[in-house]
Structure formats: structure tokens, C-alpha cells
């Protein structure tokens, strides 16, 4: 087995919170971790899957049946699908601090940012901690080949499949069955083809500045819609808004998001990239890889982190810029060459923004200065270097 990065903090957060949600899109490893997880605190547990009939019978008089259990630690797998518990959740949990037992009470797992925070946003308040899951990160697979889990993706049977094959079957199946099956439950009903479609437009757009009013023409809707569409997805955690740094000097900044699809192997099978010969071969070869180290560095990235994108009017730009809890920053420009060169315009946002850090992102395998203030890294090293 694969050991999560957020495993640690999984541990922590269920010592001190009464309540924690873990959130991430479907099949990402959320019930594998829940389950080592409470095996590691060395206390009972009972697991209950609300997509089951018969964990479902179970509750059908939910505070009956949790109240027989308040001494275990409880996971509710897809808990998004019975909005009524969270009240219920509230009352045992305030019923059991009480009794002095405060700390590790439920563990709840959720397919989607928007509907379990919507539930147990105010519901359980000051009871509940929340962490994502994402897809494996360059750390976690680190025996294997990074272009590997670059072509793949991180979702973990596309990433082990036997085949480049099955793996890119096990995603075109996972897509159908989001459009199909998930999405509809999460909001209005959307046609699965006009999602798909507009899904597949961000594929092509991938690492490039939002321009919704575009989306909307080509997909035959109003920009509201369209809107709608974009913000379902990134709140099903499948597609990430990079949003633009704004500061105070006197410059015109870019006010648009880039946008990009979270997981790479299913930005390839949404493009219908079987292998890496022909993902070097493809127009999207360079935002693909940029996704790809985007999102190692952010899921790697210490809490409080934010990830953001530089640029100007006048040419200045910064691919991401990490803005951390002390106000300090670090610019990263991300190159998929192995020679990198820092352009003019790199130097021109650094110049703007004084960055403490300055960083090449490449496919190479050495550290090495470009200039006497810049460092040209491999992958593996700059998610090193943010947990320094």
C-alpha cells in the first residue's frame, strides 16, 4: 500500500476534533485511508457505506443506532447522501462532551466540497475539521516513474492498472460515470453530453485565462450557465480555478482565473491520449505538464499555502506564485525543457513582487543556478523544499 501524505494529519486532526470530514472526488483512496487510519488509532470503529441498502436500513432510525455506538469511532462513507444526519451528528456529539469523551468521534467522508460543507457547514460548527484528499502526489508514488503518474494521473487504479490500456479504459469509465451517475445528484439536471463538452473545452483550455462569455457561445448557453457548469466542476474537486495575485502597484493586472483539470490522466483521456509518445507529440504537452506540477506543489504545499499566477499588461508573468502565512513569496516558473531560460517577463513580475524564492521547475534531475538568485529544480526537489 501507498502511504497518503495526509495520513499524519488525518491522525492529529481525529485527536482534537470531534468531527472530520475528508473530501475528494470519488475512487481518490478516501475509504482505504479512513480505514488505516482508525485501525492506527487502536480504538473500535464501525464503518457504514450510505450508498448500501443495508448500512442504510441501519439508519433508518439514525439516533438509535449511533447512540448504541457512542463509544466507537463511526465512519459515514458518502455521507452527502443523508442530509438529515448532520443534525442528529450535532446532538450525539455535544452529548458526548458531556460524558467527556470529546475527540474522534465521527470520521465522514464526501465525494464533493459544495454539499457536505453546504450540510455541515453550520450544523456542526466549531465540531468539525475538514481535510482534501487528492489524487497521489509525485512524493507518495516516488518508486515509480514520474511520467508514469504525469500520463496517468494520480487516481489510484488508473495509476496501477496492468496497462497503459486499462488504465485509460478505468478513466473514460470513471468520466462516463461522474457525467451519468454523480454529477446529476449534486445539482440541476445537466445533459451529460453539454457536460462533457464543456468538460472537454477545458481540457483543450487547460492552464489558460477564463473567458466564460466564450465558453458559453461555443456551448449554445448564457454565460450564467456556463458559470454554473465551471463552478459544479471545481467544486466536485476535478477542476481548479488558479486565481491572479492582486496587489497594490500601480500596474494593470490580469483579473481572470486560469483554469485547469486537477488530475492529468483524466485531462488526457478527456483529450484521448493513450501513451506518452503521443502526449509529446500534442499541442497540450506544455500546460499539461505545468497542471502536473502545479498540483504536486500545491497538494504539497504546508497548510495556510496559496497558490496563485502573476501577470501584467505590460508582459510580466509569473506561472505560480506562492503566497505563504508570513506574506512571504516565492515565484516559480515551470518549463518542460531540459534546458530551461527564464524569459523576460519572469524577471520583470520578480522585479514587481521582491519574491524570497525564485525557482525553475524542469524535467531534469539536478539542482542547479540559472543566476545568482534563481534555481533551476527538479520536481521531486521543490515539493522537498516546501516542507523544509
Not at 112 to 124: H, P, R, Y
Not at 134 to 146: G, R
Not at 303 to 332: K, M
Amino acid at each position: 500500500m501507498l502511504e497518503r501524505d495526509l495520513t499524519p494529519r488525518l491522525l492529529e486532526t481525529l485527536a482534537y476534533s470531534a468531527a472530520t470530514a475528508i473530501i475528494g472526488p470519488r475512487q481518490v483512496g478516501k475509504t482505504t485511508l479512513a480505514l488505516e487510519a482508525a485501525k492506527a488509532t487502536g480504538r473500535s470503529y464501525i464503518y457504514l457505506d450510505l450508498e448500501s441498502e443495508r448500512d442504510q436500513a441501519k439508519l433508518a432510525q439514525a439516533e438509535l443506532y449511533l447512540t448504541d455506538h457512542l463509544d466507537k469511532l463511526v465512519i459515514l462513507d458518502e455521507v452527502h447522501r443523508a442530509p438529515g444526519l448532520f443534525p442528529i451528528l450535532r446532538g450525539l456529539i455535544d452529548r458526548n462532551r458531556r460524558d467527556g469523551r470529546s475527540n474522534g468521534q465521527y470520521l465522514l467522508l464526501g465525494s464533493a466540497a459544495l454539499d457536505l460543507l453546504k450540510q455541515s457547514g453550520e450544523t456542526l460548527a466549531g465540531r468539525i475539521a475538514y481535510l482534501e484528499l487528492a489524487p497521489f502526489n509525485l512524493h507518495e508514488v516516488s518508486p515509480l516513474p514520474p511520467d508514469e503518474l504525469w500520463l496517468r494521473g494520480g487516481f489510484p487504479e488508473s495509476l496501477l492498472a496492468a496497462s497503459s490500456a486499462r488504465s485509460l479504459r478505468w478513466r473514460q469509465d470513471f468520466i462516463r460515470t461522474y457525467l451519468e451517475r454523480d454529477i446529476p445528484q449534486f445539482g440541476p439536471r445537466i445533459a451529460a453530453e453539454t457536460l462533457r463538452r464543456f468538460w472537454g473545452m477545458l481540457a483543450h483550455h487547460q492552464g489558460g485565462i477564463l473567458n466564460t462569455a466564450q465558453f458559453a457561445r461555443n456551448l449554445g448557453v448564457d454565460g450564467k450557465t456556463a458559470a454554473s457548469y465551471l463552478d459544479l466542476l471545481v467544486d466536485l474537486l476535478l477542476v481548479r480555478r488558479l486565481t491572479p495575485w492582486h496587489a497594490n502597484l500601480g500596474k494593470r493586472l490580469v483579473k481572470s482565473p486560469k483554469v485547469y483539470v486537477r488530475d492529468t490522466g483524466l485531462l488526457h483521456a478527456l483529450l484521448s491520449i493513450p501513451d506518452k509518445e503521443t502526449l509529446l507529440a500534442h499541442p497540450i504537452v506544455g500546460p499539461s505538464w505545468e497542471g502536473f506540477v502545479l498540483e504536486n506543489l500545491l497538494n504539497r504545499a504546508p497548510e495556510g499555502v496559496q497558490g496563485h499566477f502573476y501577470r501584467s499588461s505590460g508582459g510580466a508573468e509569473i506561472d505560480l506564485l506562492l503566497s505563504w502565512p508570513d506574506n512571504t513569496l516565492w515565484a516559480i516558473e515551470i518549463k518542460r525543457s531540459l534546458s530551461p531560460k527564464v524569459e523576460k517577463g519572469f524577471h520583470s513580475a520578480c522585479l514587481d513582487l521582491n519574491p524570497a524564492r525564485k525557482l525553475v521547475i524542469y524535467p531534469g534531475e539536478e539542482t542547479y543556478r540559472l543566476s545568482e538568485d534563481i534555481q533551476a529544480m527538479p520536481l521531486h526537489a521543490a515539493m522537498a523544499e516546501l516542507t523544509k
